[in-house]
């Protein structure tokens, strides 16, 4: 007869080892130690539950408390813009909020939220100055920048004053100090303004003595987007090409600084080219410099600006400070007291194409080929959005999701809506392959763009491994069936796939000729993957239009034959029901946390961390390569 098995101990394991430890105890005792265990146990459990009740509670009471602020009637609003100023955040609002947690999220401002709080300011006759605090923008692309000077400036022009302060500016917080009436530094600050430049890391002496064979199918002259791994430096090629564009950004960057600020644009040039021999005339004092340079009107301490703030708007008696209201709760209440629009009203939809160009579905920040389509089906077959404006902030990716994007585009407009492109900072290579689907294109003069050009990459390391004795073998019915990076690329494999480029960009010259009305061979001759600041690549006929996000929507309006008043829609995805309960609890805490056009990270990229990014920087770009024939028209630009 069998034995009966042994039955499992019901007992929770903690339990068990409690029991095991206590029985050691004299005869007796043993069972009030574990009634004791137990007890401490219930009472963890407890606290936790009731800890977590108390979170939740309080994220209501947040949520539900009526926070409407103070509006002083002589009042500042206080701009500060944090991190880079995107066109679009990353992740949705319960990631954001999770990545501010873990110090994961890079800081971000939404770049039409910082426009829509200062039209609001002016139109708010409480509002007597715009206070810009600048210590922590970081980045932001010129054209970006440049969309804030007509704001900026309809601010001043009706009678009140902007105010610029920070700690030390940025080149990119200048540009926007430059446009107020008064720039103030501490006296421990400077003004970054140094110029452009653009330095990448090259890998083919690493690759070589690692014995790693980095196969490269290209096409195009000027393609430099695979030269990392092809070289140790920068190509003759590459090298005139950045150039060129980038002193059109860099001329369009001192003549409007200059006129803003009412310098003269040489010496500012001077500035940058000789920061270190004019320090030195200044004894290192780099505040004073840039005073002297006229540059700022103020030298002082946090002080300084509060005591003129002040004398502007008055003392806030609880506070002592100037009366104030931070620019986010300012759009906030702006929002919640704004009639809302008649939703049946003719519309304009604006899709956002930020980030690089990836296959599938893809969250905000990155564009998916199968996202970013859906979310053109939905503004085609909505019946009140009459027409369409891309607005592209990419440096390409996958060419197979890039052609996913541009035939919805031209199914759009086969439907009869127009279908108008407006380009950010960068819509290169892939970025400006989905824009070619369009009625027209605008481009601010300092948008990048052009690239027109595809690569792929196919890494093996069959030889390293060899040398470590690891050795792959195996047998296939094709040479394709065998594919693996460690092993050798077979011959025909590589030269079928140079022949796929090829078809590739063959393909991608009829698409723009196609698109700009030009022959391919004329397009082939401003294309080889070279890149174009905008006002160049509107003399190519790469472009039409010169302009911003505004113009371009209005040239979409006109197209569409809409009378009278439009609305601006900005088409998103839809949300399902657990992530619209999710965003109610936890996206109107981000809100009130950090703003919605505001990203905070709680963990700052030190120097130390940035040496170590240079490897994760291109991980993360090799990560992204998903096409499914990795085939890949990207140009490795700077977006924001």
């Not at 600048?134 to 009706?158: C, I, M, T, V, Y």
């Not at 053109?376 to 060419?399: H, P, T, Y």
Request: one cysteine or more; proline letters at 4%; hydrophobic letters at 40%.
């Amino acid at each position: 007869m069998d034995p009966i098995p042994a039955q499992p101990d019901p007992r929770p394991a903690a339990d068990r080892r409690a029991v095991t430890l206590l029985r050691r105890l004299p005869k007796g005792a043993w069972k009030l130690w574990l009634w004791l265990w137990r007890g401490i146990d219930r009472i963890r459990k407890v606290v936790v539950n009731l800890l977590f009740i108390g979170l939740v509670v309080a994220i209501f009471v947040l949520l539900m408390s009526d926070d409407s602020p103070e509006i002083h009637d002589e009042t500042a609003v206080v701009l500060q813009p944090r991190g880079t100023l995107v066109e679009e955040l990353s992740g949705d609002p319960s990631a954001r909020l999770q990545g501010m947690l873990t110090g994961q999220q890079p800081e971000e401002t939404l770049l039409r939220d910082v426009i829509e709080t200062i039209d609001a300011a002016r139109e708010d006759e409480r509002v007597k100055v715009l206070v810009l605090d600048l210590s922590r923008l970081n980045g932001a692309g010129l054209s970006k920048l440049q969309e804030l000077r007509e704001p900026l400036q309809k601010f001043r022009d009706s009678g009140r004053k902007i105010i610029a302060t920070a700690d030390s500016y940025s080149q990119s917080a200048y540009y926007l100090a430059a446009h107020a009436d008064e720039v103030y530094l501490h006296e421990l600050g400077e003004v970054a303004v140094f110029g452009l430049g653009r330095f990448r890391t090259y890998f083919r002496d690493a690759l070589d003595k690692l014995e790693i064979e980095w196969h490269i199918f290209r096409v195009g002259t000027f393609k430099s987007a695979v030269e990392p791994f092809l070289l140790n430096g920068m190509s003759d090629n590459a090298r005139a090409a950045n150039l060129e564009w980038m002193n059109d950004l860099w001329n369009a960057y001192l003549e409007d600084v200059a006129m803003a600020r009412g310098v003269s644009a040489t010496d500012l040039a001077d500035y940058a080219m000789h920061f270190d021999r004019r320090l030195i005339g200044a004894r290192g004092d780099t505040s004073k410099l840039a005073l002297d340079t006229g540059l700022v009107d103020h030298v002082g301490g946090r002080d300084l600006v509060r005591t003129r703030l002040i004398e502007l708007v008055g003392e806030d008696e609880k506070t002592h400070s100037f009366h104030q209201i931070s620019g986010r709760a300012f759009l906030q209440h702006v929002r919640a007291n704004k009639e809302p629009e008649d939703p049946s009203k003719p519309a304009v939809g604006v899709i956002v194409a930020r980030g690089s160009i990836q296959n599938g579905s893809q969250p905000p920040g990155t564009i998916g080929g199968d996202s970013t389509a859906a979310l053109i089906r939905k503004a085609r077959n909505d019946e009140n959005i009459k027409a369409l404006v891309l607005r592209v902030d990419s440096g390409g990716g996958s060419a197979f999701a890039s052609e996913v994007i541009r035939r919805e585009f031209e199914l759009t407009r086969e439907q009869g809506k127009p279908v108008v492109v407006s380009m950010g900072s960068v819509a290169a290579s892939g970025g400006y392959w989905i824009s070619c689907a369009s009625d027209e294109i605008w481009a601010s003069p300092t948008t990048i763009t052009g690239s027109i050009g595809i690569f792929g990459m196919f890494p093996t390391i069959q030889k390293p491994l060899a040398k470590l004795g690891v050795h792959v073998d195996g047998v296939a019915t094709t040479p394709r069936a065998g594919l693996d990076p460690m092993r050798a690329l077979p011959t025909e494999v590589a030269e079928g796939q140079q022949i796929a480029i090829e078809d590739g960009y063959r393909r991608f010259l009829e698409t723009v000729g196609q698109a700009r009305d030009m022959d391919p061979q004329d397009v082939d001759k401003v294309a080889q993957g070279r890149v174009w600041s905008g006002i160049d690549a509107k003399a190519h006929g790469l472009v039409d239009n010169l302009g911003g996000l505004d113009a371009a929507i209005a040239s979409a309006a006109a197209r569409a034959n809409i009378d009278g008043e439009f609305r601006t829609e900005f088409v998103k995805k839809d949300k399902t029901f657990g992530q619209r309960l999710m965003e109610d609890l936890f996206a109107g805490t981000v809100a009130k946390l950090v703003g919605e056009g505001e990203q905070v990270s709680l963990k700052p990229l030190g120097p130390y961390s940035q040496v170590v990014s240079v490897i994760a920087e291109q991980t993360q770009m090799l990560q992204s390569f998903n096409d499914p024939r990795g085939i890949y028209a990207y140009a490795l630009l700077d977006v924001d």
